[in-house]
């Protein structure tokens, strides 16, 4: 028995998007080209590569049905991806992208069958597993997103933004706090 499959990817994958754009959303315009340190994406490079981190998993295992990634060509796939990625974007194009491409994802996620997920992909000599499933190839979509979104809340953090999940775990704490006083005066 799988507690957990298709729907609930979708659904997690979902919220943390929407929690991805929430950041997104609260960034400036004119800090979408702050890098935080030489050799780092700028926030809007990162939030595009965010954007556009379920593509390989959509060729391999949407497009094409891989079960094996023997001839598969990677340089390829990511010089193409590359010049999508590098296309400039305002903050509006960006956050329209991140809709799009994760509802995209999401949808194709949701209505796939255990059958589907447990199929594995042989994966090339020398990595560090000599396969993975479907499934676990597409929670790292998930993974791989809420990585970089701990990133951009730090660099929130740097531009003198407080993190709106920081903002509302200090609000319910306030809340808890001020119902405990309240019973405290009751008593």
Do not use: C, W
């Not at 010049?83 to 949701?110: C, D, S």
């Amino acid at each position: 028995m799988n507690y957990y499959g298709a729907k609930e990817i979708a659904a997690s994958f979902r919220t943390v998007r929407k929690n991805t754009l929430t950041i997104a959303e609260e960034i400036p315009e004119d800090k979408f080209d702050f890098r935080p340190a030489e050799g780092t994406q700028t926030v809007g490079e990162l939030l595009t590569h965010i954007a556009l981190g379920a593509r390989f998993q959509e060729q391999v295992i949407f497009a094409e049905k891989r079960t094996k990634m023997e001839g598969f060509d990677f340089m390829k796939f990511m010089e193409k991806l590359n010049e999508e990625r590098n296309q400039k974007r305002t903050k509006a194009q960006i956050i329209e992208l991140l809709k799009t491409e994760g509802e995209k994802y999401a949808t194709a996620v949701e209505g796939l069958t255990e059958e589907f997920l447990s199929v594995p992909i042989m994966l090339p000599p020398g990595a560090a597993n000599p396969s993975r499933t479907r499934f676990d190839m597409l929670l790292g979509v998930k993974e791989h997103e809420m990585h970089h979104r701990g990133q951009l809340m730090l660099i929130e953090r740097m531009l003198g933004i407080t993190p709106h999940l920081t903002r509302e775990q200090q609000a319910r704490m306030a809340a808890m706090r001020e119902a405990a006083a309240a019973k405290q005066t009751v008593s």
